[in-house]
């Protein structure tokens, strides 16, 4: 598996914990697992180099460093060059032609790396291989594979796998940028793409679908959407044109960092473990909710809704919506609590949101892993407005913890979170709704908040409900293995 980012060496987002997570959960099926990603400052646990290898990037040659770490079973390699060094405070900096040298060097570093590092004693050798590349800052992989070394009777039943957590985001840049990759001519052409809205240009993404043996969404309402000309981002007829290899697979969650059993966040200041069942619902996390609202100065009320939002303050995870809902949340009698950053324009809004409802909003801008476990653990209804969403991980995280989810029905939300309806279902486990509109979003927010306060066992069913979902790294893993499977025997 080769990514930008891993945590917890290096994280900007769900990325990060695939890359952690996901080759764990396959070694306890019993795969041989090497995760290969930058250096981008010696970590405590690399040691020193393991091997080396020089490498033709874009035409120039590259000396790169090997450093290898079993970590849970997993071999990672970390690939050790300066220009990974330049980034560390910016992964993805140096604009889309410095992310694509990097990538490039660490694709082909990591194709290579199953001669050149000795992982346990001896190197992995090219049996039975599938690279699994993620993201367009490794989609070049692929056609690497294929260009470098298939076309010459190299690693000819190695296969590869796509993973796309973000099909918006694809490697754009002018089309003369192609030549720079120093690919041989007939490789180049599944780099142009004619998009009617930006007009021409290189994208790496599109090279890495149409290359790749399996391409993996990470949900399957993710893997529908990017085969749609609104969700496609302009890839829509790259995914319908091979819609058999193109699936989707939801992300897991790690028990071992996410479990209101065993949180060591919960283990002080009022704040306590809780078992996912009806009486840790009812018990641990009411205390978890009271110890909030003293660490946030909010009134310590039960019988107030106390709502919650963790993310990125942008238009794609939809807090203009909640900010557009302030007189109506305010009429509701409820508190609320923020935690993320992002734009300044809106920070500065729901600063000035707070400043007007002292008595019920508290904003936390920045990022805080403690204060996104406490509110977790601490909400009764998680918001995830999101106008887009490929898989999502805190509606999972807030399900397992008995939070109640309210989603905008989209992506990995849609395969996520059942909607509740009183009248008619009696398996939800959170309110979804369809359209990323304000009044859409107040109905069904006033829906969630009407039950809690009216038909607190009702309420409190839905919370047990996500609780006891299998929302674990296991199911997810057998799915991914099914793929590789199938790429495997794939012509």
Not at 283 to 294: H, Y
Request: contains cysteine; hydrophobic residues 40%.
């Amino acid at each position: 598996m080769v990514g930008a980012e891993c945590a917890p060496f290096s994280k900007t987002g769900g990325l990060g914990d695939v890359m952690a997570s996901l080759p764990k959960a396959l070694v306890a099926r019993g795969h041989r697992v090497m995760a290969v990603i930058p250096m981008y400052y010696h970590y405590d646990e690399c040691g020193t180099p393991c091997g080396a290898v020089d490498l033709n990037i874009c035409g120039e040659m590259q000396h790169v460093d090997y450093f290898h770490h079993n970590r849970d079973g997993v071999d990672l390699v970390f690939v050790s060059h300066p220009a990974f060094y330049e980034n560390v405070s910016a992964i993805y900096g140096g604009g889309t032609m410095g992310v694509t040298w990097r990538g490039a060097l660490l694709s082909q570093a990591a194709i290579e790396a199953v001669w050149h590092v000795p992982c346990g004693g001896f190197p992995f050798g090219t049996d039975n291989l599938i690279y699994v590349a993620n993201d367009w800052h490794t989609a070049i992989l692929p056609v690497y594979l294929r260009a470098f070394y298939q076309d010459h009777q190299i690693l000819g039943y190695a296969r590869s796998c796509l993973i796309v957590h973000n099909i918006a985001h694809q490697g754009r840049t002018h089309c003369d940028d192609v030549w720079r990759l120093n690919l041989p001519d007939h490789h180049t052409g599944a780099f142009y793409l004619d998009d009617p809205m930006e007009g021409p240009g290189m994208n790496v993404l599109k090279a890495g679908i149409e290359y790749a043996t399996k391409v993996i969404a990470v949900s399957p309402g993710y893997a529908w959407e990017i085969g749609t000309d609104e969700g496609g981002w302009g890839l829509a007829p790259t995914i319908r044109n091979d819609p058999v290899k193109v699936s989707g697979i939801v992300n897991g969650i790690d028990f071992n960092e996410w479990s209101p059993e065993m949180d060591p966040y919960l283990q002080s200041d009022g704040y306590q473990t809780y078992g996912t069942n009806l009486e840790g619902w009812w018990t641990g996390k009411q205390a978890c909710k009271a110890a909030l609202q003293r660490q946030l100065g909010l009134e310590e009320r039960h019988d107030v809704p106390l709502l919650g939002f963790i993310g990125r303050l942008d238009e794609q995870k939809g807090i203009d919506l909640i900010l557009n809902s302030e007189e109506f949340l305010m009429s509701q009698d409820v508190q609320i609590v923020f935690l993320g950053s992002g734009r300044q324009d809106l920070q500065d809004r729901l600063h000035e949101m707070e400043c007007r409802n002292r008595h019920a909003v508290r904003a936390w801008i920045g990022f805080s892993n403690e204060m996104a476990h406490r509110i977790t653990a601490g909400c009764d209804i998680l918001l995830m407005p999101s106008r887009f969403e490929p898989c999502g991980l805190n509606q999972l995280y807030a399900m397992h913890y008995g939070t109640v989810p309210v989603v905008h029905h989209v992506g990995g939300l849609r395969d996520t979170v059942r909607h509740f309806d009183g009248n008619h279902d009696a398996g939800g486990t959170g309110w979804a709704f369809e359209r990323a509109e304000a009044d859409k979003f107040q109905w069904s927010l006033g829906q969630a908040i009407y039950t809690l306060r009216n038909h607190k066992e009702s309420f409190a069913a839905i919370g047990v409900r996500g609780m006891q979902q299998d929302l674990g790294w296991d199911h997810a893993a057998y799915l991914y293995e099914q793929k590789f499977i199938e790429a495997k025997y794939a012509h």
